[in-house]
């Protein structure tokens, strides 16, 4: 599986963005997708996530409200659409993939994701 994400760039606090993750090599309706996000000095954090087959989504309560999380099928990526943003939101966000989730599972650890895209870097201004 190869991720491709993108999107990211600069935006006032309020504003949005959409993140895509174009994705390759295999069915995205078949595993389970997830976006984190990592600031410089953080840890890596789980923002939102997919389940395969359900459709099943989870939200960090950080960001629950504000980003929706959706799937194209037929284009093969993912979406995370982000409103009413906040400066610290500011971050480089992933895509990543994981294969070995059950059906509806969303795993919120990075350790469970096999495949990351390369990020794409979201900067909010206040």
């Known amino acids: 599986v190869q991720l491709q994400a993108s999107g990211g760039g600069l935006v006032q606090a309020g504003g949005s963005l959409r993140l895509s993750c174009a994705a390759s090599?295999?069915?995205?309706?078949?595993?389970?997708t997830g976006w984190f996000r990592q600031a410089p000095g953080k840890e890596r954090e789980f923002v939102a996530g997919?389940?395969?087959?359900?459709?099943?989504?989870y939200y960090a309560d950080s960001v629950k409200g504000r980003f929706t999380i959706s799937r194209d099928n037929a284009k093969n990526t993912v979406y995370l659409q982000m409103n009413s943003l906040k400066f610290e939101d500011t971050a480089v966000y992933y895509c990543?993939?994981?294969?070995?989730?059950?059906?509806?599972?969303?795993?919120?650890?990075?350790?469970?994701?096999?495949?990351w895209g390369q990020g794409t870097l979201v900067t909010v201004s206040s």
């Open positions: 090599g295999r069915t995205i309706s078949t595993y389970a």
């Open positions: 990543a993939a994981d294969i070995t989730a059950t059906w509806g599972q969303v795993r919120t650890s990075s350790l469970r994701y096999d495949y």
């Open positions: 997919f389940g395969w087959g359900g459709g099943n989504k």
